[in-house]
């Protein structure tokens, strides 16, 4: 046990409770912000795990701009100023069901792939752009090339949901 | 790099910190009370009002802290360090002198944008804690402003890093050259007034717009933590001046004594930046929000996809 694995520990704990806080709080405010505090924890581990710029990345897209995206949708729909009724859904047992199948394919896909994989962060490059950019241009280039084609393809479905001609 | 040396530069970066936004609070002061043909501060400490921002803060100290009745206590209070805290972090990554920031990151562009990307959660904190309707009005504001002009700032500094072909900002600063302000002109462009933007300065203050929203997210905080959201605006300014400077306009690159007066090249650039801030915001009326949405996404996405396009053609033209 080293000094990153005790701090890589401490940060998952910090993640795992702060996923925690943000589905079972009442304020969908306050979850949007423990949601902040679980990203930040998982930028941490990837830190320790020398991955610097995914660390980063998960910075400036997730907190900068995922939650700020939430944060603003909520306060656009629902304008909760001050203490709000508690949200509380009725299709529990289906949100719930939906949740566990979800966590059952990632856990089991996460332990298939990587199960027993061990990174010595002592002796291997750190995880900075270059490395990054030549796995991805280099080895991962197809599936690179097939997540731009699908996001392209939510952008122009998100433009033709929203748009209206009808005026 | 020994223990003593680390908390050195970092007690370095707070010193600069807490004095050098003074400084730019002061210069907007003067500087605006001139070109609107009045005087601005000339008795605190005597000499030309030197002292009117030590006077504001011994105000903001003594005044009392309101929380309003119906506000999310622990939000509202922690909103202002959340909004002040990422500016205090950039600091580390900016190279002052050839080789020398408090601590050199291989990922230093990307560790600036992120940071700073964090303080907008402050102001949405703010504006929605107060149990305010200016204040939601101005946090929802801020938060539409922001995503439309994150999307730009971050072209334009990926533009400068595949010029550099480095993302460190000590890297970018030393692939400098002069012929790269026509070069990388349009993100230069791009990247200030989309700074600007992010900092919600004139001309794009929708979010503040003391005329219709009373001061925006910020308008139910008093004293001392009033005074914190102050001061990030201007720790803003002199980070995003900085960091402008490293970016496209070499930085601590000078006609002469580089390694010796690095930080003083630095130093004029930023304050050089903050000047044309604080110009800006006497010369231009501000953008309605419509305008402000239409500017970001029409105006400076396209021309920032232009000059990364261009880069990526003289990148590989010349490789």
Known sequence: MTGADVVFGLLGIVCLAAALLVVTARNVIHAALWLVVCFGALAGCYLVLTAEFVAWVQVLIYIGAVVVLMLFGAMLTRAPIGRQQPLDSTNRPVAALAGLATAGILVTLVVASFKGAYVDIHHTEVGDGRVLGTAVFRYFVLAFEVASVLLLAALVGAIVLTRSDRD | ?319
């Not at chain 2, 309101?66 to 500016?87: G, H």
């Not at chain 2, 990307?110 to 946090?139: D, E, P, Q, T």
């Not at chain 2, 230069?188 to 219709?212: C, I, N, T, W």
């Open chain 2, 1 to 319: 790099m020994t223990a003593l040396e680390v908390i050195g530069k970092l007690l370095g970066c707070l010193v600069v910190f807490l004095t050098v936004p003074l400084l730019v609070g002061q210069l907007e002061h003067k500087v605006m009370a001139h070109m609107q043909s009045r005087l601005g501060p000339m008795y605190a400490g005597g000499f030309h009002g030197w002292a009117q921002l030590v006077a504001d803060g011994v105000k903001f100290v003594q005044k009392e802290s309101v929380v309003p009745a119906r506000a999310d206590r622990r939000v509202f209070e922690l909103a202002p360090l959340v909004a002040l805290l990422p500016y205090l972090f950039v600091l580390i990554a900016i190279p002052v002198a050839p080789g020398h920031s408090a601590h050199d990151l291989s990922v230093g562009v990307f560790f600036a944008l992120a940071v700073v990307s964090v303080g907008v959660i402050g102001v949405l904190m703010a504006g929605w804690a107060s149990a305010n309707k200016y204040s939601l009005l101005g946090g929802l504001r801020a938060g539409a402003q922001l995503m439309a002009y994150e999307l730009p700032l971050v072209l334009a500094a990926a533009s400068v890093a595949m010029a550099a072909g480095t993302l460190s900002l000590d890297g970018i600063a030393h692939a400098w050259h002069w012929w790269w302000l026509p070069y990388q002109g349009v993100g230069l462009f791009v990247f200030f007034v989309a700074a600007l933007a992010e900092l919600r300065r004139p001309p794009f203050d929708m979010p503040l717009a003391d005329s219709e929203i009373v001061f925006g997210p910020f308008t139910e905080y008093t004293g001392l933590r009033f005074g914190l959201f102050i001061l990030a605006e201007y720790a803003g300014i002199v980070v995003f001046s900085a960091l402008t400077a490293v970016l496209f306009l070499g930085g601590w690159k000078g006609p002469f004594l580089e390694t010796g007066l690095g930080w003083l090249w630095l130093l004029i650039k930023t304050f050089l930046l903050s000047f044309v801030v604080i110009w800006l915001r006497v010369s231009y009326p501000r953008l309605r929000e419509d305008q402000l949405q239409k500017f970001a996404w029409a105006g400076l996405v396209p021309l920032a996809l232009a000059q990364v396009a261009l880069t990526g053609v003289v990148r590989v033209a010349t490789a």
